[in-house]
């Protein structure tokens, strides 16, 4: 409503509408390997475009004399409450998507102003205390890339608590880094120039590792960094993971009912399920098709879902299929590069409204009546 009375005063909206124009705007504003490393993923990306296609096979089943006039897209999870299932998923590049580097900090205020969490990314350009400073009431998650030095993961975790993060994502999907073809012909990977490694070098174990400074030698630390970010983790390192906080644990990247349940009885607090957005196995499966298997393991645990949502009607189809919270990942990294923290918070409300709007007209009022019935599967 806001943006057609707007239109009777002769305004236009300033950004795309749809995920196709944050697209096309970002690319155009983006250094072209920056572009290839955020809007690509894994060998042909068939993955990645299985994980959008998903969507379409499956559709809200409209009902009527519902008066669905109010809706409610409170959430509550991990002893909070939200005042939408919308998050934004970690972004290791984020700062190469801002005019003025400072893409964390952007997203971060984005957060504060819209409600919608942020969950940072370990490879962050912005140090994560300063990231959480701008959260305002928002809650904010860390992502932690596990590093195989142990004092060095117990270092981030407990900076993490002290600046306020509500809560600690362990990614387990990206140890390695997947075959990406596009990154892989410019050779040009944006966190081996030493982007997004300011949470390394401002760690005091990280620190400790150098032979020198890095603000004196960059090259050696983005090197000794390359040396330790990943650490292949089995199931025997999970009590070591959930003994380093107190804070609420999530998993991130799991498609396999069995992981899940292993996960859960080894003390999680959160399940994510994800693929990563294509970006690390192509040929894998579209991760909403992972999604209802994933939550019935879960049992009860709260499940955050990714990897190709693309509209506000994405986020109610993968709410309907058992998400308790969805997150989205390039979209807001396009609202990024074609608006700074305004574009950023203009790509969450375009998806809340429609969601909103979805709710509305298809009579489903409350997240608790998106259920799997509300869906019909087709193809
Ligand atoms: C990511 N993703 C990611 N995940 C993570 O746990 N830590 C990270 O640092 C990053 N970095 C990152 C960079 C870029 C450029 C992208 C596009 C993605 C994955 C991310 O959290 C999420 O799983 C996907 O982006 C979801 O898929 P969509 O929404 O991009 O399709």
Redesign the pocket.
């Known amino acids: 409503l806001e943006i057609y009375l707007d239109g009777l005063r002769g305004v236009v909206p300033r950004y795309p509408m749809t995920f196709e124009g944050w697209e096309e705007k970002a690319r155009a504003a983006l250094e072209p390997s920056v572009w290839s490393?955020?809007a690509g993923g894994a060998g042909d990306e068939q993955t990645?475009r299985a994980?959008?296609a998903a969507f379409a096979r499956h559709g809200l089943v409209p009902r009527m004399f519902v008066g669905a006039k109010e809706r409610d897209l409170t959430v509550s999870m991990f002893g909070m409450t939200l005042p939408s299932p919308l998050m934004m998923?970690?972004?290791?590049?984020l700062g190469l998507c801002a005019q003025d580097g400072h893409g964390d900090l952007a997203a971060a205020r984005a957060a504060a102003r819209s409600g919608v969490p942020m969950?940072a990314?370990?490879?962050s350009v912005d140090p994560l205390e300063e990231v959480a400073a701008e959260f305002g009431s928002t809650p904010g998650f860390f992502?932690l890339?596990t590093p195989t030095n142990r004092d060095l993961a117990a270092s981030l975790v407990q900076r993490a608590e002290k600046a306020g993060y509500r809560g600690i994502?362990v990614?387990l999907d990206?140890w390695i880094t997947g075959w990406r073809p596009r990154d892989l012909s410019t050779s040009n990977f944006p966190q081996l120039r030493g982007h997004c490694l300011a949470n390394y070098t401002s760690d005091p174990v990280f620190r400790g590792l150098l032979p020198q400074p890095p603000e004196e030698d960059m090259n050696s630390a983005v090197l000794h960094w390359a040396g330790i970010f990943g650490n292949p983790l089995t199931w025997e390192d999970l009590p070591w993971l959930r003994s380093l906080t107190s804070l609420p644990l999530i998993v991130?990247g799991l498609c396999h009912p069995e992981d899940v349940r292993r996960a859960k009885d080894g003390g999680v607090d959160g399940i994510y399920c994800?693929n990563?957005?294509?970006?690390q196995a192509n040929g894998g499966l579209a991760a909403l098709d992972a999604l209802p298997g994933v939550v019935e393991a879960a049992d009860g645990l709260p499940v955050i879902f990714?990897?190709?949502?693309?509209s506000g009607a994405d986020v109610v189809k993968a709410l309907a299929l058992g998400a308790t919270a969805v997150?989205?990942?390039?979209?807001y990294?396009y609202g990024l590069a074609l608006g700074g923290v305004d574009g950023v918070i203009h790509v969450l409300r375009s998806l809340l409204a429609e969601a909103d709007l979805l709710m509305a007209v298809d009579g489903y009022p409350t997240l608790a009546d998106l259920t799997p019935e509300a869906l019909r599967s087709v193809g």
């Open positions: 490393y955020v990645q994980n959008v998923a970690p972004i290791g590049v969950i990314s370990t490879l992502q890339y994502v990614t990206t991130k994800s990563h957005g294509g970006r990714d990897s190709g949502v693309r997150a989205v990942g390039r979209p990294a």
